[in-house]
Structures are given as C-alpha cells and as structure tokens.
C-alpha cells in the first residue's frame, strides 16, 4: 500500500487489509510505504490513528517508510492510493514485471476510472473518515480476489 507520506491513507490500507486477511484466514504479507522521505519513522497522523480505532483497526505502532525498488521483487501487488503515487511508483520500475504490479487501488472497486483516494492531510476529520469508506471497500474486493489467487 502507498500514499505520499505513509502516515494517513497507505497506513490504514494496510491496517484495514491487515484484519480482513486475517478474518478471512489468509496467509498474506502486506506492508505500506511512502514515496517521499516526509515522514520516515513517524506512526501515523494522529487523526489516522483515531478513524482506525474508531472502526477496530490498530494502526498506532506503524512507522513510516519510503518505496524503494526492492519492494518490487518483495510483493506481488503494489496498491497506490493516486495519480501522482502512480507515475512516482512507474518511475522506479525497472521492466514489465514491475509495471504490472502496480494498480490504482480504487480501479479494484471502479475499474478503469483511475479515482485517486483523496489526500485527507490538509483537511479535517470527515476526509479521513471518506478515506476509510473507499479503502475498506477496495480491500473487501483484494481479499476476494487473492481467495481465487
Ligand atoms: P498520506 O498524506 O500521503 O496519505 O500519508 C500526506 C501526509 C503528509 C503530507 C502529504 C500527504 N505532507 O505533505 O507532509
């Protein structure tokens, strides 16, 4: 899972697959990153923390991090949460493998409509309630998919 900073939506991607894996008794490895270098080390914004809570999901111990190329060769699909993750993402692929793991995450729930999860950072705490809505909905549908996998 990607965002910019790591510390709001790619963090409760994570967290929200996080449980519904587990619920669905799926053996999977699932992490998140940011493209910039912003927030490396820090938990999550606070405001994350609490829309997570809010819904059961615990996202306080995480700590950011930066994409690096080497998640191409350790994950199979990479979600990334808007356009600007995209072309920043493609950028660091190094061949058509890498390409083809990278997916806008809310194509999962609209396909082809390349909707971005909008950045909740500047704004107030409906935006990271939004958030969760659209994520917990795209990762309903990337657990149903890797049941088939
Ligand atoms: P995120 O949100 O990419 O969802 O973690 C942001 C966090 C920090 C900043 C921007 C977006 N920032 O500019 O510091």
Not at 83 to 109: G, P, Q, T
Not at 111 to 122: A, E, L, N, Q
């Amino acid at each position: 899972m990607v965002c910019l900073g790591n510390i709001c939506r790619s963090p409760l991607a994570e967290g929200i697959l996080r449980v519904k894996a587990e619920k669905a008794g799926l053996d999977v490895e699932i992490d998140s990153a940011g493209t910039s270098n912003y927030h490396i080390g820090e938990h999550p914004d606070k405001r994350t923390i609490s829309n997570a809570a809010k819904h059961a999901v615990d996202v306080a111990k995480l700590k950011a991090r930066q994409f690096s190329v080497n998640d191409f060769d350790e994950f199979d699909h990479i979600f990334v949460m808007d356009s600007s993750n995209y072309a920043d993402v493609l950028s660091l692929a190094r061949n058509d493998n890498d390409r083809r793991k990278v997916e806008m995450i809310l194509n999962r729930v609209y396909p082809g409509s390349d909707m971005s999860v909008p950045d909740p950072y500047f704004g107030g705490e409906q935006g990271f309630e939004n958030v969760f809505i659209l994520l917990d909905k795209a990762c309903d549908v990337i657990v149903s998919s890797l049941h088939k996998s």
